[in-house]
């Protein structure tokens, strides 16, 4: 059966029938973290769905290339004005590191959340700073378009001379406060946005370099289009993002893109709803109240768990995190493995509804990567009792190769690397022996006890198993 793709084009604002530029290839360019700290679980899930997306392409037989960016230099600490301080250089001088070292370490942090998460690299990951002359370039071709002019802080991009400007966004740009997106008094329009920003004459940065117009270093927006048209082309399949980069980083892209090169500059624009935690607050770094990938394994929390909890929400909607949340999407997800591992091989029975359900789970996700209806299938596949083992290993091998759930390996079962302390097992063999001189009422205490100090005991006919209550 041949699926056919839809995803929802913020662009256009509805689902639409994906058809690639070239037959049988998918560009797509990711928005990477700017790396100044680790990423947090809200930015995580954000690379969760393009690479759900990206592995669903290939189910689906197309040759994908992909590119994660890294921000290492011109994120201002205030996104939207292009004011404040790098992100990367304040955060190099605070933790007495540079700039170049910083940036490195947390993209290799970033690497590892990828890794734990089961989410594949992209073809190329690409470093901004690796591009400045390629930027340099982009400002030219805009200069020639008389597109940019200059401040006594750096070279704007004048969005007046771009019609279309905040078409994506729907931007309301009368109704815009003066204030709200820029410094009114430097630059002729509120929605101008900074391409070079000029080194303070006071001081000398750690990351600067000479251009035309001065010594300087890039504006954030300018990085994306640069390495996009270096390593991708001028109009590509889709861009991903989070919703946060609609109304300025995504719209200055296009303006910077299209306002050079006269094309499309993206078919397909996809983004990624926000993780928030109670009250529907945000997670966000500027706002100290973010959690890392490696805060929740401390806790005892496996990595693929929280992979699970981000596919029971859909990519567009709001996923609100809590440990409550954590520890049911934990349960669940060994629960399901638990009855995957006690499938049969030798059990052969209606391969015909087997590959129903496969059908139905791929068209799932080939509908806007509605992950949670393909986990419902899932379970309904895995407790039908007319399918035999066999081809519910042969369905879920397929579709795991998809959800990436890592759905055949058995290995990770807690119990499997749980530390019982001594007290404990000696606790529980007093309880055996108690139990085997049927001693009833002293086993239920010694129960008692071990309960106490988090741990339960089951009980099968020859021996018994000592488990984590906080495991379920």
Same mark, same amino acid.
């Given at each position: 059966?041949?699926? #056919?793709?839809?995803? &929802? ?8 029938? @994906?058809?690639?530029? #070239? ?14 700290? $680790? ?19 290939? &189910?689906?037989? $197309? ?31 605070? #933790? ?8 490195? @370490? ?31 370039? /982009? ?16 070279? $704007? ?32 329009? !509120?929605?101008? &946005? ?5 080194? +303070? ?9 000479? =251009? ?34 609609? +109304? ?25 709803? @926000? /993780?928030?935690?109670?009250? =529907? ?17 401390? #806790? ?5 768990? $929280?992979r699970y909890l981000a596919l029971t929400s859909h990519y567009r909607s709001f996923l609100t995190f809590s440990d409550e949340a954590l520890k049911s999407a934990q349960t669940a997800y060994f629960k399901l493995k638990r009855l995957i591992s006690g499938l049969r091989q030798d059990q052969e029975r209606n391969p015909d509804l087997a590959t129903d359900y496969q059908d139905r789970i791929v068209e799932a996700l080939c509908d806007d990567l509605n992950a949670p209806k393909a986990l419902g299938l899932i379970w309904d596949l895995v407790q039908d009792k007319?399918?035999?083992? !066999? ?9 795991? =190769? ?33 139990? /085997? ?9 010694? *129960? ?9 005991? *089951? ?14």
């Amino acid at each position: 059966m041949t699926q #056919q793709l839809h995803l &929802f084009n913020t662009l256009t604002r509805s689902k639409e029938i @994906f058809v690639p530029i #070239q037959p049988g290839q998918v560009q797509i360019y990711t928005c990477g973290p700017t790396v100044y700290n $680790y990423a947090h679980i809200g930015n995580l899930r954000s690379y969760i769905f393009p690479d759900l997306l990206k592995k669903l392409l290939h &189910f689906l037989n $197309y040759e994908v290339q992909h590119i994660i960016n890294f921000t290492d230099v011109g994120h201002l600490t205030a996104d939207t004005i292009d004011q404040g301080e790098d992100k990367v250089e304040q955060a190099a001088a605070e #933790q007495g590191k540079t700039a170049w070292e910083l940036s490195r @370490f947390y993209a290799d942090a970033y690497k590892r959340d990828l890794e734990s998460l089961n989410i594949a690299f992209p073809g190329k990951f690409t470093y901004a700073t690796d591009y400045i002359q390629e930027q340099i370039d /982009l400002i030219k071709t805009l200069e020639s378009k008389e597109l940019i002019y200059s401040t006594a802080d750096g070279v $704007y991009y004048d969005t007046s001379g771009f019609p279309d400007y905040g078409k994506m966004a729907k931007l309301d740009i009368e109704g815009l406060d003066a204030g709200s997106r820029v410094a009114a008094d430097q630059k002729r329009n !509120k929605t101008d &946005f900074a391409l070079w920003k000029f080194s +303070p004459a006071d001081q000398q940065r750690q990351m600067e370099w000479e =251009s035309p117009w001065g010594k300087g270093f890039p504006g954030w927006h300018l990085e994306c289009t640069a390495m996009v048209f270096a390593e991708l082309g001028q109009t590509i399949d889709i861009h991903t993002g989070g919703t946060d980069h609609i +109304p300025v980083h995504h719209t200055n892209e296009i303006a910077q893109a299209e306002g050079a090169s006269g094309q499309p500059f993206v078919k397909y624009w996809l983004h990624g709803e @926000f /993780l928030v935690l109670d009250q =529907s607050r945000r997670m966000g770094k500027s706002l100290g109240n973010f959690i890392t990938l490696n805060d929740l394994i401390e #806790q005892g929390f496996s990595a693929r768990a $929280y992979r699970y909890l981000a596919l029971t929400s859909h990519y567009r909607s709001f996923l609100t995190f809590s440990d409550e949340a954590l520890k049911s999407a934990q349960t669940a997800y060994f629960k399901l493995k638990r009855l995957i591992s006690g499938l049969r091989q030798d059990q052969e029975r209606n391969p015909d509804l087997a590959t129903d359900y496969q059908d139905r789970i791929v068209e799932a996700l080939c509908d806007d990567l509605n992950a949670p209806k393909a986990l419902g299938l899932i379970w309904d596949l895995v407790q039908d009792k007319g399918i035999g083992g !066999k081809h519910k290993l042969e369905i879920l091998r397929q579709v795991d =190769s998809i959800l990436s759930l890592s759905l055949m390996d058995f290995t990770d079962f807690p119990e499997l690397h749980l530390e019982i302390p001594e007290s404990v097992q000696t606790l529980a063999e007093q309880r055996w022996q108690a139990r /085997l001189q049927r001693d009833f009422k002293e086993a239920d205490r010694l *129960r008692q006890e071990i309960s106490e100090q988090g741990f339960d005991v *089951r009980d099968a006919k020859d021996s018994y198993e000592v488990v984590s209550l906080s495991l379920g």
